[in-house]
């Protein structure tokens, strides 16, 4: 199904106004909140500045995808490495939402870069590993990247 640019940027906005919103709600409730930690967990993730940094680069992905949908195939390599990149970020907003109550306080912004870089990285990995042998110096180089930002984004949230 292909999704219009003006749809697909209606999205974005809107992503864009939920996190903003949540933020400026977050902020305000944060000193207020007497909600068990459990009860808190969802909403402390969601107006975390990782969470929204992830978010916005999903949005983003989100909309490439429509506006590729439009010209190009499924399987083309531009809507193949979106598509995988989308899936990486998926998985790691799951690992974000299985943080612990106590330990929001790490879902930095420095933290959501580094999960969008990761997924960044093992989609550039996934594209060369289809065209190249897994032996190829570029490979190499690229599972090694990917590799060191997987092991940083692991220490922080497993």
């Given at each position: ?148 930002f997987a092991s940083a984004v692991k220490?922080?949230?497993?």
């Amino acid at each position: 199904m292909r999704i219009p640019l003006i749809s697909a940027l209606k999205h974005v906005a809107a992503a864009l106004a939920i996190m903003i919103s949540g933020a400026v709600a977050g902020i305000s409730a944060q000193s207020t909140d007497v909600r068990s930690p459990a009860a808190v967990e969802p909403y402390s993730i969601r107006t975390s500045a990782a969470y929204t940094v992830v978010l916005l680069r999903k949005a983003e992905l989100e909309a490439d995808l429509a506006t590729y949908l439009d010209d190009y195939t499924e399987s083309n390599p531009k809507v193949v490495d979106t598509r995988f990149e989308l899936d990486q970020l998926n998985r790691d907003i799951d690992k974000l939402f299985a943080t612990k109550p106590t330990e929001t306080a790490k879902l930095t912004e420095s933290l959501g870069k580094m999960v969008v870089r990761k997924a960044a990285l093992a989609a550039e990995y996934n594209r060369l590993l289809l065209t190249y042998t897994p032996e190829h110096p570029l490979v190499k180089r690229a599972k090694k990247k990917a590799e060191v930002f997987a092991s940083a984004v692991k220490q922080l949230i497993g």
